[in-house]
């Protein structure tokens, strides 16, 4: 595992923005004033709304069941700032420029990650089959020479496979690939693969899930507009996650059939169809999601449930803290739709975190002596003769 370790640590690092070494060390209540003095320096020299750019690319990934879609550039800009003291965004600036002269990326130049996992029908033996995962990552760098350092960091452990255009480059996990052998579910996680879908864009995860990326950015079978609407919904999202579980869930269970057998689905609805983010203003982050409930009706009923739920749930937990950020959230229909809203001041966030930060005190422990029962002795009666 060891050996394999090297060129998997550097495509997946390579893809989230993870070649720098990061310590977030929460600032102590005398760091402050300086940790505030430091917000208003961002880690690049502007931060732009999501670009249209941004948009069409997302536009040709592949179908998926569900997406979680990351904006690195907000997050180093606005977010660590507030939250990393000065030193701490002094080093990360430090790593920036490090990862920047030695494999050629900025990671505060990354446009976004996009994980994305896709289920599967059962196969004709009718077991349930592991889903595919995806992630895809672009920006100001090039995807060509990074995957020229992984073929290098991987010590010759890549293969090419041609597909099209493009090329392959597929890793067996060997762990994994013998675990497989006693359980199957792990056989489609025992090879990973990476591949360059354009000058700046890279994807790496499951190599049958590569080859669809690959048709999908040569327009055959992309995303469709409804889960790509569902994304970007917020274009200003930090992070934002839709997918459809109750979709996935049907698939995965052969309601639509089975690889060998197709069966119609017989309730073509898109109720269950999910959708968050976590976004952020001057003074709040904020949590957004909408649940689609495919009428107004089941909507209104739905949203009472969650809110009954919600009730029980702040009342039943102890901790302060926890209760005092579930009373912000709020739960209503609207339309066919159940919304969820939530602002969390920003101060709020960092007290919160700063107190999980702190070391724990030790406890105290008395010294209890141990009590020892005396020992007796039986008397011995002589032998009557």
Do not use: W
């Not at 690195?72 to 002094?90: G, H, M, S, T």
């Not at 995965?252 to 976004?279: H, V, W």
């Amino acid at each position: 595992m060891r050996k394999l370790f090297g060129p998997l640590v550097v495509i997946l690092l390579v893809l989230c923005a993870g070649a720098v070494n990061i310590q977030a060390q929460t600032a102590p209540a005398s760091d402050r004033e300086q940790l505030a003095a430091s917000n208003a320096t961002p880690l690049t020299s502007k931060t732009a709304p999501l670009p249209q750019s941004v948009i069409n690319s997302l536009a040709s990934l592949p179908e998926a069941d569900g997406l979680i879609y990351i904006n690195p550039q907000r997050i180093f800009n606005e977010v660590l700032p507030k939250f990393l003291p000065p030193k701490d965004l002094e080093e990360m600036r430090k790593g920036f420029e490090a990862a920047k002269q030695q494999a050629g990326i900025d990671p505060a130049k990354i446009d976004y990650v996009v994980m994305t996992i896709r289920f599967k029908k059962p196969t004709a033996d009718l077991n349930f089959q592991a889903p595919e995962i995806l992630v895809v990552s672009s920006g100001d760098f090039s995807a060509e020479a990074l995957i020229g350092l992984a073929r290098v960091a991987s010590g010759g452990k890549l293969r090419d496979e041609k597909y099209g255009s493009k090329t392959i480059e597929l890793i067996t996990i060997d762990q994994i690939a013998k675990e497989s052998e006693k359980t199957p579910l792990l056989k489609s996680f025992s090879e990973f693969g990476v591949v360059a879908l354009n000058a700046n864009t890279i994807a790496a995860g499951s190599p049958g899930y590569l080859r669809e990326a690959i048709d999908a950015s040569e327009g055959r079978g992309h995303i469709s507009k409804e889960a790509l609407s569902l994304l970007v919904r917020d274009p200003n999202a930090l992070i934002s996650y839709a997918g459809s579980p109750i979709g996935a869930f049907t698939k995965s269970f052969g309601m639509q059939g089975t690889e060998t057998n197709p069966r119609a689905p017989r309730c073509d609805s898109k109720i269950g169809d999910f959708y968050a983010a976590l976004t952020m203003d001057a003074s709040n982050f904020m949590i957004r999601g909408v649940s689609n409930a495919d009428n107004p009706d089941t909507a209104k009923i739905v949203a009472n449930l969650y809110t009954m739920l919600l009730r029980y749930a702040t009342s039943s937990i102890k901790d302060p803290a926890a209760q005092s950020l579930l009373t912000r959230l709020s739960i209503a229909a609207e339309g066919d739709e159940v919304l969820f809203n939530a602002d969390f001041p920003q101060q709020m966030v960092m007290d919160l975190i700063q107190q999980q930060m702190k070391p724990k005190k030790p406890v105290e422990t008395t010294d209890v002596k141990s009590i020892t029962k005396p020992t007796t002795h039986r008397r011995r009666r002589g032998r009557r003769h």
